[in-house]
């Protein structure tokens, strides 16, 4: 029937016919319909209602209510029409509110096609209007069929006809006349069906909510457009682009079906919120084509922040509409991504980094605001540890973002800034890992600012320590440190009553406060609490330019301190005490994070000389000695000049000086420590832990806490440090790869000596705050002094290894430091009854005294353990008892030379966790 409507009044209406499209529906039976050219601004529109129909009214907040099916008659055609492109005639026209000076905007009148078809047909054959009852409407030429349509749809129920149920007439809640509060609170965060039925500006919006008709004005989170105000006079104030962003919105949402996500009340008693089409937020939109800002105090609300902050970054690079003026500050050479190594932390807030060969370039954080030295030194100290500790000597990823000049100093000088996003470790932000712990702040910035591109991640993190009320949050001050600074002059003689405690710790955690020159240092040793000038042993430096320029370097001093520096400064290093001077500096050697002596590391690249002496007496005196002939004969640095007659008195002054070198010590004067044994490897090699140490218990706990069977599995590489799962009792441990064969991984545990071989699901990454930068492995590798024992594979290697686990095992002993090398130490046992067991090892045949010539540290104990041995070959006992052996034949009764440390090897019979 509406085909042949339409194809009957064709040529009538194909005179004056208009094309647009559908941006609104009034009503039942009016439409708004708009140009369909908007390359130019926002079309022209036209208010059209359809001739010879009339639809129920809808009420008004003014206390008229719906006329019975009004929302269901606008919802049909709403549904059919909007958005849709139509054809249109107009008939008439009248002012809404009569003639004259007050009349109201004109309203007109005609017949509307969608897709070639009357709407007016398909209302009316829906039932949700009816023919107007005028003369002049029954002389329109589709009035007879209009009146056939009429009639089915009245017999058959439909629409207007059917039986009025008590949804027929809504109960609109319009805004003011109920409690918003308790409706954000009731629907906070839920997605709720909606209509837009009005758009003041690009931001703000009318909507319905359904299905329980509450009115509410929405302001979209996270935006702001141009606004527009109205005048008393009924005319608009309008900044620029709001009425091209009003458009934007209306196009696309007027009378659509949305939904809309309450948030908050603002001041104002408005509704904050979302509002989501089905192709997405018409904030996000807004700020892609530069016809709104992003603003901080809503977007923490919005789920798409990022991206928003990111979409008007772009239409400020494009000067997109609002953006047209805008000049970016990221102007320069210079702001690029950069890819580089932290050599300084400056502050919480600010770093120092290299690229290469390139120079340093200072960066601060985007957006975070530490706390300041003079203001808060505990937390801004807390702020500068934890910086440190995730950031010095790494690769990190920098993207600079903008500029700032600050006034510096009293001059009123300024001086210019450069901020960026610093990611390390893949994916982590410098920014947001400080503000997590509660240890900065997010920067408050005008409108206009430049800021970071995650600034809204920034908030939302910084609102999540404020409720846990973390660092500088919880209203508490951190505790104070209380380091004891041996650095003072006046503290030189209390420095040289901490020696024998420095010695005892072996190789000890130390963090470099303060490079002096190549080979001097401040450094603190947290185990301690101390603060203590440090120097490599037996080495000498050239002295760099003084840093107040009053005074100049000698020749490769300042390229020195910078190797140094870049190796040293800021970073967690092993330290290893062997003296202390007059003047109250320790003395000894520093191990960089690759386990290199840094004195070596100076000496090969020919920025320091060996204070012969001193540098002989040192544990690594060989390997010092080879680094600088190393240097010499290549002429690097400060021997491009070498004198070999200068280097033949040196050595004879050295020799001199090795001729006078003390007798060694007496054992009441060597170090004692009680340990328990983890790991035997043979006779007279082992792992074990110091007694009394309680961090073995502590780490442990903090493993099982970490949930690591929940993590991703690992592929890592060889000497990699890992968390490991023990096949015996799966339980997890610090180990360290030793080697990958296929997939299956051969791993030490650095805290009990053993080994296993596991797969990569049986490994795991292992948290920083565990490496063994921060906690030393707590087994300690030992040897037997003086003592060459059978491969434990032979049945002589079984025999000695019980001898020494009944010796031993299972229960404290008494070990007597007689000679270190490396991390290795050669020690003597004594059991409960202060038996040697070194010596009763001998006696009994198990072992055999080394033949090398001893370190003279262990000539007198070599001495005595070859009393024993004789013996032992007199009384024909263990090996001697088919008469002497020499060492040609050693082999053959599967001994072997004392050497260094093997690679390890699985766990045996003696193992245990």
Not at 205 to 217: C, D
Request: net charge neutral.
């Amino acid at each position: 029937h509406v085909g042949r409507t339409r194809r009957a009044h064709r040529s009538s209406i194909m005179a004056n016919t208009y094309h647009g499209v559908v941006k609104g529906v009034q009503s039942g039976d009016t439409l708004l319909i708009m140009g369909a050219d908007a390359s130019k601004g926002p079309p022209p529109e036209k208010l059209l209602s359809l001739a010879g129909v009339v639809a129920p009214r809808l009420g008004n907040r003014n206390g008229t209510p719906d006329a019975p099916f009004a929302w269901a008659s606008r919802e049909f055609l709403r549904t059919a029409a909007i958005g849709r492109q139509v054809s249109f005639t107009i008939e008439s026209a009248s002012p809404q509110n009569g003639a004259g000076p007050g009349a109201g905007p004109v309203r007109e009148f005609g017949s509307v096609l969608l897709d070639g078809l009357s709407l007016s047909a398909l209302i009316i054959e829906a039932g949700w209007a009816k023919l107007k009852p005028g003369a002049n409407d029954q002389q329109r030429p589709e009035y007879e069929e209009l009146s056939r349509l009429a009639q089915l749809a009245q017999e058959q129920g439909r629409g207007l006809y059917g039986p009025e149920s008590a949804g027929a007439v809504r109960d609109v809640k319009w805004a003011g006349t109920f409690d918003a509060a308790e409706l954000v609170e009731r629907c906070k965060g839920v997605l709720q069906p909606a209509v837009v039925e009005q758009v003041p500006s690009g931001s703000i919006m009318r909507v319905i909510l359904l299905p329980g008709f509450e009115q509410v004005t929405v302001i979209c989170a996270g935006i702001q457009a141009p606004s527009i105000r109205r005048q008393p006079d009924g005319t608009e104030q309008a900044e620029p682009f709001s009425r091209e962003a009003r458009f934007f919105v209306e196009s696309r949402l007027l009378h659509r079906d949305v939904q809309v996500k309450l948030d908050k009340l603002d001041k104002n008693g408005a509704v904050v919120g979302t509002v989501i089409h089905p192709q997405g937020s018409m904030s996000l939109e807004l700020a892609k084509v530069g016809l709104a800002r992003v603003v901080d105090w809503s977007s923490m609300f919005c789920d798409n922040a990022p991206q928003m902050r990111a979409a008007e970054r772009a239409a400020k690079e494009k000067r997109l509409r609002i953006w047209k003026d805008y000049v970016p500050p990221n102007h320069g050479n210079d702001m690029g991504e950069v890819q580089a190594k932290v050599i300084e932390i400056v502050s919480g807030d600010t770093i120092v980094v290299v690229d290469g060969t390139g120079p340093e370039r200072r960066f601060s954080l985007s957006s975070v605001r530490a706390p300041k030295l003079k203001e808060q030194p505990e937390w801004a100290n807390e702020a500068k540890e934890l910086l440190r500790k995730n950031l010095i000597g790494k690769k990190v990823k920098i993207a600079p973002e903008y500029r700032r000049r600050f006034e510096q100093g009293d001059k009123g000088e300024t001086v210019e800034r450069l901020f960026g996003t610093v990611v390390y470790n893949g994916d982590k932000n410098a920014a947001q890992t400080l503000i997590a712990e509660g240890l900065a702040t997010v920067a408050r910035h005008n409108q206009s600012d430049e800021r970071s591109l995650h600034y809204d991640d920034l908030l939302e993190t910084e609102a999540a320590a404020i409720s846990g009320k973390k660092g500088i949050h919880s209203g508490a001050n951190p505790a104070r440190s209380n380091f004891i600074d041996l650095t003072d002059p006046k503290a030189r003689e209390r420095a040289k009553q901490f020696l024998s405690t420095l010695q005892r710790h072996g190789k000890a955690r130390a963090i470099v406060q303060y490079v002096v020159n190549g080979a001097r240092f401040k450094l603190m040793i947290p185990k301690d609490n101390l603060l203590i000038g440090f120097a490599c042993v037996g080495m000498r430096c050239p002295q760099c330019a003084r840093r107040d320029g009053t005074g100049d370097g000698e020749p490769y001093g300042d390229e020195a301190h910078a190797f140094t520096r870049s190796q040293c400064f800021q970073r967690e290093l092993e330290v290893e005490i062997e003296s202390v001077d007059k003047a109250g500096c320790f003395m000894g050697s520093l191990y960089l994070p690759d386990k290199r002596n840094l004195g070596v590391a100076l000496l090969e690249a020919g920025l320091a000389s060996r204070i012969p002496p001193a540098a002989d007496r040192s544990t690594y005196g060989e390997s010092l000695w080879k680094a600088e002939e190393l240097a010499k004969k290549e002429g690097r640095k400060i021997w491009e000049n070498y004198n070999e007659e200068q280097e033949i008195a040196e050595k004879a002054a050295a020799a001199a000086a090795a001729a006078n070198e003390a007798a060694p010590l007496a054992d009441s004067q060597k170090q004692h420590v009680q340990i328990t044994l983890t790991e035997i490897l043979d006779g007279a090699h082992f792992y074990a832990h110091v007694t009394a140490d309680q961090k073995l218990s502590s780490l442990q706990q903090q493993l099982a806490s970490m949930h690591l069977a929940n993590g991703a599995p690992l592929e890592p590489r060889a000497g990699q440090i890992v968390a490991a799962k023990f096949t015996q009792d799966d339980d997890w441990y610090r180990a360290k790869v030793v080697k990958k064969e296929k997939d299956e991984y051969t791993v030490l545990f650095v805290d009990y000596g053993n080994t296993d071989v596991v797969g990569k699901d049986r490994l795991r990454a292992l948290d920083p705050t565990l490496g063994p930068g921060v906690i030393s492995p707590q087994a300690i590798e030992c040897r037997l002094a003086g003592l060459t024992v059978a491969e434990p594979n032979d049945d002589d290697g079984q025999e000695v290894v019980m001898a020494l686990a009944t010796a031993a095992w299972g229960k404290p002993v008494l070990a007597r430091v007689e000679h270190r090398q490396g991390d290795v130490l050669f020690v003597s046992l004594f059991d409960g009854a202060q038996t040697n067991i070194n010596e009763q090892l001998v006696s009994t045949g198990l072992a055999r005294v080394q033949k090398e010539v001893p370190p003279k540290t262990l000539s007198l104990v070599v001495n005595e353990l070859r009393v024993k041995e004789g013996e032992a070959k007199a009384s024909r006992a263990g090996m001697w008892r088919y008469g002497d052996i020499d060492e040609d034949d050693a082999a053959e009764f599967g001994f072997r030379k004392a050497a260094p440390a093997p690679p390890p090897k699985p766990a045996g019979a003696w193992g245990k966790k």
